[in-house]
């Protein structure tokens, strides 16, 4: 994906206004000079640029998917991202989860005032360029300031639509014994590079976030037939939340192996020093897919020919129709339950 410019200096004048103020969402000039010269720069579209109070678009025939999701991370700019290209990879990526292919982003801004203003155009132009990248407009949004001290620098709500374009019934209902489980990639970077930030380590090679879109690898095994029983990206709780809450909604017991799941020694080491499991720490650029048996290994060529998905393995299977059970092989060759993580370990990374 091409890396966004940010070169170019923030339309509004730094020297006036450096910081975000509450006159920026009072309605008034500053609001409107805000809008125009900031949101409407960086996501101008035809539908956007009729400055209507609703966008109005047609839709392709098909079923309709819709999605909607807040960003609060924190630090807002980190290794990889920001809450920019973030806000838009999360919401594609849910909606490629239905095997849909996104059509239209919404965004909303919660602003807390003194935000610099050079920090929101950076954050607004990475936004802007991952929706390009993706193919998916911005086609309406809101935009709040509130008090200082009342907001931690800025929040983003995003809801997409996407139209489902094929007969497949994608979801944990449509699991059942025999599945194979593929991962489409190395797990617990996004997480890692956030805490790496905020905790101020040094690591001898630097942990980037995984934050990426995932529609292309789905909507290519959609389109050459593979048999998709589930698909579900890996953020908050990671992998082991994922596994956990499709085996209960589908009524399996599940068995992955611990050796056939990516992840990187700088990751796994980075995990260790802070007492983390990275099968439980979160990801920005990842998923699993459920596929019949006879199409697993189709599917794990498929996913391997795209750059976001060029690590996927298998990991395991679906053993039976039980009682809810997540079994994890070791190395070693010793099984234990994988559980749900407790609590959120990492609070405020998405």
Known sequence: MKTPDFTASCPIPISQYPHVLMAHGGGGTLMHALLEKVFGKAFSNPILDTRHDSAQFTVPPGRLAMTTDS????????PGGDIGSMAVHGTVNDLAMSGARPLYLSCGFIIE??????????????????????????????TKVVDKGKGDGLFINTTGIGVIE??????????????????????????????????GL???????????PVVAPVLELVK????????????????????NEIAEAAGVKIAVEEKAIPVREDVHAACEMLG??????????????????????????????????AGAARIG??????????????????????DMPSGEQLPRIC
């Open 317 to 338: 299977r679906v053993t039976e129709k039980s009682a809810p059970l997540v079994t994890l092989k070791s190395a070693i060759g010793v099984s234990r339950i994988l």
């Open 113 to 142: 005032e003194g935000l610099p203003m050079e920090t929101l155009w950076r954050v607004v132009c990475s936004m802007g360029e991952a929706a390009k990248a993706c193919g998916v407009p911005i086609v309406t949004g809101d």
């Open 202 to 212: 040094q690591f001898e090679s630097a942990i980037e976030s995984d934050s990426a």
């Open 276 to 309: 983390l499991d990275p099968l439980h720490v979160a990801n920005e650029g990842r998923f699993i897919a459920f596929v019949a048996a006879k199409d697993a290994e189709r599917a794990g060529q498929i996913l391997r020919r795209h750059g976001v998905s």
């Open 224 to 243: 050459a037939g593979v048999e998709i029983h589930c698909l579900r990206d890996l953020t908050r709780g990671g992998l082991a939340s994922a596994l």
């Open 71 to 78: 960003y609060v991370v924190r630090p807002i700019i980190f």
């Open 166 to 199: 094929h007969a497949l019934a994608i979801s944990p209902q449509s699991v059942r014994p025999g599945d194979e489980i593929l991962v489409s990639g190395d797990l617990g970077r996004h997480g890692m590079a956030i805490m790496a930030v905020r905790e």
